[in-house]
Structure formats: C-alpha cells, structure tokens
C-alpha cells in the first residue's frame, strides 16, 4: 500500500464546477472551459502514487495545478470529484475534529513565504504545533531546541523572525515542521523565494536530513534543477493534467512530450545520470575493451569521471560499495547518455 494515493481527482474553480465535469470529462480542455463557461480547470484526472520515505517532487509552468494538488492532501482544498488515501483512508471522510487531528499528527507544511508568527521567537515557532498538540513546556522546549540544532540556528532561538535573513526564516519554517514529528511533510515552493546561494545550501540541509529521516515528502518546485535534485520521482503537470511521472533519469531521458522536453532541453545530464544507469551489465560487455580501465562506484554522477575518462581514453569498470564489478562504461555509452534526442 502506497503511503499517499491520488485516484482520478477533479479541481474546478467556479460557481457552479459540477455543471462543467461533463465538459471536462469529455475532454474539453482548460482554455475550451474558461472561455465556455468561466470555470477554471485546477486539476483534470490527476492519478498518482506516492511511497513510503520518499521525496516526491510535483512540478510545473505557473497555473498548471501543483500548489492546488498539494492543497488537496491535507484538505487545504476539496476536490471536485475523486479521493485521496493517506495510509488507505480517505481524507475525505473526516469530520472536522478528525481532520484537525490529522494536520496535527499526520502532515505539516512548509510555505513559501515562511509562515512565521512575527510576535514568538524562533523556538516559540518552532515548539508552536507541539503547543497545538498539547505537548508540555518541557518537552516543547526540548524538541525545539533538537530541530533548531538539525537546521544550523543554535543560538538563534530567541530571536525574532525580522532579526533574521530570509534563509534562516526557512530554517525556522523546516525545523518547525519536524518538530511535529509527522509522517508527511508537504514543501509548497517552500525554496523558492531565497536566493540562489542560500536555495543551493537549503536544499543541501533538506537531502542530509532526508538521508536520516527518511520522511515521505511532497515538493512543489517550478525549477526543474531543484526537482532533479531533490527528487526520488517526479511527477510533471500541465494545464491541470499529470502528463509525466517518473524518476529523474526517466524524464531526461525519456521526456513523455514537447511540453516535458521543453523543461529538460537545457539540463546538464552529466549532473543527474549515474554510472549504473548507462553501464552494460558483465554478461554484455564482451565488445568493450578491458585492457585500460579507471573504475567508478555505481552511483557516481557522469560529471564526477568524465574528466578522468577525456584525459586517458580509457573505459570504466563500474564497482558497488563492496568492490564488486556490476558492469562497464566505454566511450559510446558517455556518447549517447549525453546526447540530446
């Protein structure tokens, strides 16, 4: 069972959106509906899952339905028509009492603009949803100060939100929501508004916590570096519709249509693409000569050998952790990973 499940979800803004479902079930798209009826499509049959412990990362042009689909998970937002499963329940179904339990416990948020109280100090923001789940004073103070620690502000707790620069702002933001301690963690845009140092450094902090953590989350981002970076699968929207998902090799390499091979025309694939994703296995690799070969770990990123491999000519002997040869790289299969389609 996946830990989050989007099943056929429907977003129509407007007065009246269940006169237009039949429209857009028979397939009329955004601009036909707007122009038609002045209804504007949010999300057309969106369908997806999402695992356990992974970042998923949900991207797109601006109005194409990412920050209204992060919305829908902790019904920020209802749907028009379809369901979303947290751990095989439906959202839903909960009643208001059940549903201020389930943003308590179960998700927490990270904004893009941070979200902080201007009038608590950094570990009063922090503590502030174990305060709402009634946690007490001590054990508030304590997990604040352990999250403040994990995100680089010891010795900032007490400051104020406008004593602080917009990175540790986002700090503040991040550490609140692990202070919560919840399964999920929805990042809407959540780097955006930083600059680009400081972006670089946050999503650094992000993966190193991640690696511990191992937290399911869901990442709104309109900047396909940051997705490729961050994402275990990626889940692209256009207009609405979900017209790829997924890992980040896959839509490089793959791109589902123009739209998708727009977004990735300009990515540095040495940057993104692992030496076992091109390598020949052992038992296919007879045509590759062996005679010269500088080895590589298997999850090593093109860009960290192809300089060693330019110098000597040589071709590559693809290791695991333990030692062991998984398979081979030569000069035809760098070609062609680099090459654009």
């Known amino acids: 069972m996946s830990k989050i499940e989007i099943n056929n979800v429907y977003k129509i803004f407007g007065n009246n959106p269940q006169s237009v479902m039949p429209m857009v079930k028979g397939g009329a798209n955004k601009?036909?509906?707007?122009?038609?009826?002045?209804?504007?499509?949010?999300?057309?049959?969106?369908?997806?899952?999402?695992?356990?412990?992974?970042?998923f990362v949900c991207m797109g042009l601006s109005g194409s339905g990412k920050s209204t689909l992060i919305r829908h998970l902790n019904r920020l937002i209802d749907p028009t028509d379809g369901e979303i499963l947290v751990e095989g329940t439906n959202v839903m179904s909960f009643n208001k009492d059940q549903l201020i339990e389930f943003r308590?416990?179960?998700?927490?948020m990270v904004f893009q603009r941070f979200g902080l109280f201007p009038h608590k100090t950094v570990i009063q923001?922090?503590?502030?949803?174990?305060?709402?789940?009634g946690k007490p004073e001590d054990e508030r103070y304590r997990v604040a100060m352990e999250k403040i620690d994990a995100v680089g502000l010891n010795g900032f707790e007490n400051q104020f939100p406008n004593q602080l620069s917009g990175g540790m702002q986002q700090r503040v933001g991040l550490a609140r929501a692990l202070a919560t301690d919840s399964d999920i963690m929805l990042m809407d845009e959540a780097f955006s508004a930083l600059d680009p140092l400081i972006r670089s450094d946050m999503q650094k902090q992000l993966l190193d916590l991640q690696s511990e953590l191992k937290k399911t989350i869901v990442f709104i981002t309109h900047d396909l570096d940051e997705s490729l970076r961050l994402g275990d699968h990626i889940g692209i929207l256009n207009a609405g519709k979900l017209v790829q998902v997924g890992t980040p090799v896959d839509i490089i390499m793959n791109p589902a249509d123009d739209y998708v091979k727009a977004f990735v025309k300009d990515v540095n694939r040495a940057k993104v693409i692992k030496a076992k994703v091109i390598m020949k296995d052992i038992n296919n690799a007879n045509d590759i000569d062996k005679s010269s070969l500088i080895k590589v770990n298997e999850d090593q990123f093109i860009e960290e050998f192809l300089p060693q491999i330019v110098c000597s000519n040589s071709n590559c002997e693809v290791v695991d952790k333990s030692g062991n040869v998984k398979g081979y790289i030569s000069n035809k299969e760098l070609q062609s990973s680099l090459t654009k389609s």
């Open 104 to 108: 308590r416990h179960k998700m927490s």
């Open 125 to 133: 923001n922090v503590g502030y949803g174990l305060e709402m789940q």
């Open 31 to 55: 601009e036909e509906v707007l122009e038609q009826t002045g209804h504007t499509v949010g999300l057309d049959d969106v369908s997806l899952k999402i695992e356990e412990g992974e970042t």
